[in-house]
């Protein structure tokens, strides 16, 4: 889970400084805190390499309290990443139904898939709440460490 106070600490920090970026590594996650130019929007993001992403927030305001608001095209989606080079199956066997597919509910626990890496089945779970905008692979193609999967709308 997040810290949204330590993101917070991150963002004073960065506002205070002549840093365009802060960038923190804690054994597999880490979190970058960036601002644009000309008091623009300061955004953070969180991506866990070779895991499933956690659930990251919305750009916040410069002031660190109002989320930014936008049309579709600006909405940010969590990328769901593939822990391990394989291949990607998104059923239990041949001819069940998918564990999930475009528009399923997802929540932390929710096993979203299985990729087989040397003979072993690897059930991959979801670590964040959302809908499944977006599968972004076929069923029994093979899978490299870290691609995005699915793209998850925390907020549908």
């Known amino acids: 889970m997040i810290d949204l106070k330590f993101v917070r600490e ?25 601002k644009g130019g000309g008091g623009g929007p300061v955004t953070y993001q969180v991506a866990v390499p ?59 626990g929710k096993t979203l898939c299985i990729i087989e890496a040397m003979k072993i089945m690897n059930p991959l779970d979801s670590e964040v709440s959302g809908v499944i905008t977006k599968v972004l692979v076929e069923d029994a193609q093979p899978v490299e460490f870290g691609q995005v999967l699915y793209l998850v709308d925390p907020n549908g």
């Open 10 to 34: 991150l963002l004073d920090l960065l506002n205070s400084s002549n840093a365009d970026t802060i960038e923190v590594r804690r054994w597999t996650t880490t979190i970058k805190v960036s």
């Open 50 to 108: 070779g895991g499933n992403a956690p659930a990251a927030p919305p750009a916040l305001e410069s002031d660190g309290d109002a989320p930014a608001g936008g049309d579709e095209a600006e909405r940010e989606y969590l990328e769901i990443k593939s822990p391990m080079v394989g291949t990607y199956y998104a059923r239990p066997e041949p001819g069940a139904e998918p564990y999930v597919r475009e528009g399923s509910r997802v929540s932390p």
